[in-house]
C-alpha cells in the first residue's frame, strides 16, 4: 500500500516568515495530494490540493509543488502569520481507488509574533 | 448546510462495552469514510462506502463495523471495547474519489 512521510516534524518561524513542508509517497501511480490544516481540537480542513497532471497550484500565501519524478510534493507558506499556526497533514491517493487518503505524521508549525 | 455531522462529541466506555459512533452528511455525497486519529499522528483510514449499501474496509477495520442504510448516514459501530480503541474518530464525505473531503467535528472516546 502507499506510505506517506512528511517532515519536518515541528517547524518554529517568525511572523512574515516562509514555512515548508515536505512529503514524499512510495506509489507512483498516487495521483491526487491534498493538504489539510488543523487546529487544536478541530476538524481538518482542507486548504489546497493538487493533481498529478499539475506542477505546481497556488492560492494566496499558499502554494503546493508536485515532482512526480522523485515522489515528492511541498507545501510552501509565505508571509506567515500567527493565524497559520497549526498542524499541518498532507495526503495521497490513487484517484480510482475511491478516495482511500493515506496521510502523512503531521507538522506542528508555530508561527512567533 | 450542516456539512458532515457526528454524535456524540465526546464518550467515555468501559473495556468491553459497544457503542456506535453516529455520522450523517446533507450534501448528498456518495462517498462517505471514517477515520481514527491517535495522539500526535495522522489519520488512519479504517472503513470506507462509495454509496448506500456499499462498504469496505481501509487500513484499520478491526475491531469496527459500519453500514450504509442511506446516502445520509454512515454509522460506525465499535463491539468490545478495547483500550487500543481510544482515539478522536472523524467522519467524512466527498462528492467522489478525487474530490475534496468535508471532515466532521469528531467524537473523542476514551475506553478505559
Known amino acids: ?113 | 448546510n450542516a456539512g458532515v455531522t457526528q454524535t456524540p462529541k465526546f464518550r467515555i466506555l468501559k473495556i468491553g462495552q459497544s457503542m456506535t459512533l453516529q455520522c450523517t452528511q446533507d450534501m448528498n455525497h456518495n462517498y462517505m469514510y471514517w477515520y481514527r486519529q491517535d495522539p500526535g499522528m495522522g489519520l488512519k483510514l479504517i472503513y470506507y462506502s462509495v454509496g448506500a449499501g456499499i462498504t469496505d474496509k481501509g487500513e484499520v477495520p478491526n475491531g469496527y463495523n459500519v453500514s450504509r442504510s442511506t446516502t445520509e448516514d454512515f454509522p460506525l459501530r465499535l463491539e468490545l471495547a478495547a483500550p487500543s480503541q481510544t482515539s478522536v474518530y472523524f467522519c467524512a464525505s466527498s462528492r467522489g474519489g478525487n474530490q475534496p473531503q468535508h471532515f466532521g467535528d469528531g467524537t473523542r472516546l476514551s475506553i478505559l
Open chain 1, 1 to 113: 500500500g502507499e506510505n506517506v512521510e512528511q517532515h519536518p516534524s515541528t517547524l518554529s518561524v517568525q511572523e512574515g516568515d516562509s514555512a515548508v513542508i515536505k512529503c514524499t509517497y512510495s506509489d507512483s501511480a498516487s495521483n491526487y495530494f491534498p493538504w489539510y490544516k488543523q487546529e487544536l481540537g478541530k476538524r481538518p480542513q482542507l486548504i489546497i490540493d493538487i493533481r498529478s497532471n499539475v506542477g505546481e497550484k497556488k492560492d494566496q500565501r499558499i502554494a503546493v509543488t508536485l515532482n512526480k519524478t522523485a515522489k515528492h510534493f511541498s507545501l510552501h507558506i509565505t508571509e506567515t502569520q500567527p493565524e497559520d499556526s497549526a498542524v499541518y497533514f498532507c495526503a495521497a491517493t490513487l484517484i480510482t481507488s475511491y478516495g482511500k487518503l493515506t496521510f502523512g505524521q503531521g507538522t506542528i508549525l508555530t508561527v512567533h509574533p
